[in-house]
């Protein structure tokens, strides 16, 4: 039955395969379409937004909300892993890893720090924003509860703590989005509050601050996912 | 070309996964390599070859590469990872009932 | 650079196929990240900066670690690491 | 220019936030953040009806919103023309009264629950509302990642089971639909649904065929039509009553509107006529119906028996849909309203009678006739709409289904149609007479150790009540809803005005 099963599902595999490679050689191999998106943002991104990253001007910018939606993808996530996981045993700590590792990582996480407040503030300069920059936010305290153990984590940032910095994330992004409304705007214009010259770090509106609401926003949200999910291992070390 | 069967090889090795693996994390690995097929697909169909989408004072703007795609490709990127972790959490969850992360368990993915 | 695109996408090919088949979970995520990798020095070279930093961080870096708590909780109480697949 | 369009996602979502910021310091603050939000949001949709009454009755109704200040097709657009309206109108009427049985089912013990019901009204709207093709896929994302922890809601095993299926099923369609995405921008290089619209025509055959195929495929497999509906049953039997009546009754009916606005107004039906697909689709939905109402009479569970009919259900509307005549596309819309009406009802009366059973089988359904009178009574009004008598709202929508079926020659429809009516009789006649069954001598306490015992048992009857009362009250007047059905099939079959709207002026 499995073997039957396996060939079938091979077979069907490649039939779907020749027609996918088929189909997709038959496409028409230029794209210069007159009046698609990508010639007004490259012309006049600048001008409009302040931003020298493309993409973070579509990000945060033209399709804000897309971001918006992004972010609350993330919520939802953090919401349903914790409702599932919410009822076991509080966490209790491991003894983390070795005397060196600690040590090191204590000198280290302060540079990861500021690589992630890096990424999220140079979002409109360099490559990354508050995505990427979040999730490094993130991952530090991941490695608080791997190396430290989660008890440490636990007294550093709080569950509460970090819902509340979620939270004011999220509603940080939000409220730049109302800010557009009552300044005679549309939800999530771009507003005019940092206009330093283009280039320079003070510059690109509000694309910095929704940059900042977002990273702290995914950081966060991570730390929680990750937070929830370690609980059950950590209780049974110490049952050893 | 050889970029469109990259995409498709991946796309269904990832596919592979899903309808034959007997082990739940697997399935979740043959969908992040699904995803995985779908951005890098993307990214490399809308490439004009030029530079990266980030002025630095000496690029003519026509230079530059399409910002769009890549946008989009990072939604779907924060999109695919929490899909991931959730679907990890239910994993788990699942494993405390039956102790035993095979998808026959749950009554296999195509029958009822 | 030719050479190297077309190395990247074999070896691109092969974790995939890898990380599918091994039988040990642990590996299949080693090579899953060793994927993801190598995503992103393939979006470095097709000009995509920003999607490369965002698959190194999240796709290389935080769905490992997801994973390996996923595995450390699913394994306990069990006597085998190598489940067997029927 | 009009702020109410967006702020029919922002006050759910807002309120979603807000939630686990108000519990870290009140309890009662959250109960007051609910029913306000609630009821707020439901008084704007109303709002947006009272204040447009004159250009609604002139079919002149069109809604629109530039987030962020960018025109189209730069930025995102948010549109609503008669056909928006409509679903949102059915999306913000049902979700009150869910709401509002939550509270009374669930308690007020469980703050994440709140959330994710909140998200979710946040994305359907997203989802109606959305005038781009990428934030559509965003959107149709948040729906299926937050309707998965309610559906693993009792954290048992079946729940759980129920919700790796559905994830699994869901993400898989995401990824078609991002395929699809994919194809849209290198073809044409826009994401807004009017300009897709304007030039989607240009593009040659090829291309246009890969395009429709996928969002086909996308769409199908998160509504759970026939070759993928092995997630649907369990998935809506699984989770609490109000979480079922929210998937089986409104999500799929969202993911309706998402299959009308694309393959008719944003491709435009002419692309499934070229390449045949109607055909496809058509025979695969009847398939669907039969498959649907075969199961459900083999079914033992109360609740699964329901979720089937859903499959039937779903596979009538859309064969009827895809004849493209002003009738069909009139008679499917209809039965969007009467389906949701009756199956939300359906399964409020079942949650309430389930907590007073040993389970959810037919035999443990004996005597509940006798307990809970005026329920069951609703229970079984209720199954009498779906077999179709009359005066129920039932009738009518398969009195125009049938009707259509049979103008346009499309004779197996019809035969499917009356006999998914028999069917429907046996499979609830069973139920029912069950029901009556007297009660042989059972365990002393019949009353099973339950998740959520009632918080507020009053405020579940009185919700069980409206609904049931609206399946028949509308069922009497459904002439009134004829009127703006006609402006929502005007929309359907005219892209040119869902173009002209949103491009012009």
């Known amino acids: ?240 | 070309m050889i970029n469109n069967f990259v995409f498709v090889v991946l796309f269904l090795l990832g596919f592979y996964a899903i309808l034959v693996k007997k082990n739940l994390i697997k399935m979740v690995i043959g969908l992040n390599i699904m995803e995985g097929s779908i951005f890098f697909w993307f990214i490399t169909l809308t490439d004009r070859g030029k530079m990266i989408p980030i002025v630095n004072g000496t690029q003519v703007a026509s230079q530059l590469n399409d910002p769009v795609p890549q946008a989009l490709i990072l939604t779907g990127i924060v999109i695919g990872a929490s899909t991931s972790a959730f679907l990890l959490t239910l994993i788990i969850e699942l494993d405390k009932f039956t102790s035993s992360t095979n998808p026959d368990q749950i009554g296999g993915m195509i029958e009822d | 650079m030719i050479i190297l695109k077309y190395l990247l996408l074999i070896f691109v090919m092969a974790t995939a196929y890898l990380a599918i088949t091994f039988e040990e979970e642990l590996i299949s995520i080693i090579f899953l990240s060793i994927f993801s990798i190598i995503l992103t020095t393939l979006y470095l070279i097709h000009n995509a900066p920003d999607v490369a930093l965002a698959e190194a961080v999240i796709g290389a870096g935080l769905n490992t670690a997801i994973f390996m708590t996923v595995i450390s909780q699913v394994r306990e109480g069990k006597d085998s690491i190598f489940r067997e697949d029927d | 220019m009009n702020i109410t369009l967006i702020l029919l996602i922002i006050v759910p979502l807002v309120t979603a936030f807000l939630i686990p910021f108000v519990d870290v310091f009140s309890n009662k603050a959250r109960k007051i953040l609910v029913a306000f939000s609630t009821l707020l949001e439901f008084s704007i949709g109303i709002f947006v009806i009272i204040s447009n009454y004159s250009s609604i009755t002139n079919n002149s109704f069109f809604l629109k919103y530039y987030l962020g200040n960018w025109i189209p097709p730069i930025g995102i657009t948010l549109s609503m023309d008669m056909l928006s309206l409509f679903f949102s109108t059915l999306i913000s009427f049902s979700l009150l009264f869910i709401v509002i049985y939550s509270i009374g089912f669930i308690g007020h013990h469980e703050g994440k629950y709140y959330v994710l019901l909140f998200l979710i009204w946040a994305a359907m709207h997203g989802i109606v509302l959305t005038g781009d093709i990428f934030n559509l896929d965003v959107f149709l994302e948040l729906m299926l990642i937050t309707s998965a922890p309610l559906v693993a809601f009792k954290r048992d095993r079946n729940g759980t089971e129920a919700a790796i299926k559905y994830m699994f099923y869901g993400t898989i369609g995401g990824l078609f639909v991002f395929i699809g995405v994919v194809l849209v921008y290198f073809n044409l290089g826009t994401l807004n649904f009017a300009d897709i619209a304007q030039n989607f025509n240009s593009l040659n055959i090829f291309s246009k065929k890969l395009i429709s195929v996928f969002f086909l495929l996308g769409i199908f497999i998160k509504m759970g039509v026939f070759p993928f509906h092995f997630w649907l049953s369990k998935a809506h039997s699984a989770c609490p009553s109000s979480i079922s009546a929210l998937l089986s009754g409104v999500i799929v009916k969202v993911y309706i509107y998402v299959f009308i606005r694309l393959f008719w107004n944003v491709f435009g039906y002419n692309i499934l006529q070229q390449t045949g697909l109607n055909k496809i689709i058509f025979v695969v939905a009847l398939i669907s119906t039969v498959m649907g109402h075969i199961m459900a009479l083999n079914e033992n569970d109360v609740k699964r028996m329901l979720a089937y009919s859903t499959i039937a259900n779903l596979g009538m509307i859309i064969a009827v849909l895809v004849i493209n005549t002003k009738l069909a596309l009139l008679a499917g819309l209809l039965h969007v309203l009467s389906h949701l009406l009756m199956k939300v009802s359906l399964f409020t009366t079942t949650g309430y009678i389930l907590q007073f059973t040993p389970g959810h089988k037919l035999e443990d359904l004996k005597g509940v006739a006798y307990k809970n009178v005026l329920i069951f009574t609703g229970f079984t009004i209720v199954a009498g709409g779906m077999i179709g008598l009359p005066p129920m709202i039932g009738f009518a929508s398969k009195w125009y289904i049938l009707k259509a079926f049979i103008k346009s020659g499309y004779n197996w429809g019809s035969v499917i149609t009356i006999g998914g009516s028999i069917f429907a009789f046996v499979y609830y006649i069973r139920y029912i007479i069950s029901g009556f069954k007297k009660l042989s001598l059972g365990p002393p306490e019949r009353f099973r150790l339950i998740l959520s015992v009632f918080y507020r048992e009053r405020v579940v009857t009185d919700i069980a009540f409206i609904f049931v009362i609206a399946v028949i009250v509308v069922g009497v007047f459904y002439k009134v809803a004829l009127g703006p059905l006609e402006g929502a099939i005007n929309v359907i079959q005219n892209p040119s005005l869902y173009i002209e709207g949103i491009l012009g002026g």
């Open chain 1, 1 to 240: 039955m499995s073997k039957t099963k396996h060939i079938f599902a091979v077979l069907i595999l490649s039939l779907l395969g020749i027609t996918l490679l088929v189909s997709l050689s038959k496409l028409p191999n230029q794209f210069e379409y007159a009046n698609s998106i990508y010639h007004h943002v490259v012309n006049n991104s600048i001008t409009e937004t302040g931003s020298l990253n493309f993409v973070t001007a579509i990000l945060y910018d033209y399709r804000a909300y897309d971001s918006l939606g992004e972010s609350t993808i993330i919520f939802g996530a953090v919401s349903g892993i914790v409702l599932l996981l919410s009822r076991k045993t509080l966490p209790v700590s491991s003894h983390g890893l070795s005397f060196i590792v600690k040590r090191t990582f204590g000198m280290l996480t302060p540079f990861i720090f500021l690589f992630g407040i890096y990424i999220i503030t140079h979002g409109h300069l360099s490559p990354g924003g508050g995505f990427q920059g979040g999730v490094i936010l993130g991952a530090i305290s991941i490695i608080f509860s791997i190396v430290y153990g989660s008890e440490f984590d636990y007294k550093r940032y709080s569950p509460t703590t970090k819902t509340l910095l979620e939270t004011s994330g999220a509603l940080l992004f939000i409220g730049l989005g109302f800010m557009g409304i009552l300044l005679g705007g549309n939800f999530l214009m771009n507003l005019n509050i940092l206009n330093a010259e283009v280039g320079s770090l003070l510059s690109a509106g509000s694309i910095p601050f929704i940059n900042i609401g977002i990273g702290f926003k995914i950081g966060a949200g991570l730390a929680i996912i990750f937070y929830s999910m370690i609980q059950k291992t950590f209780k049974e070390e110490v049952d050893l």
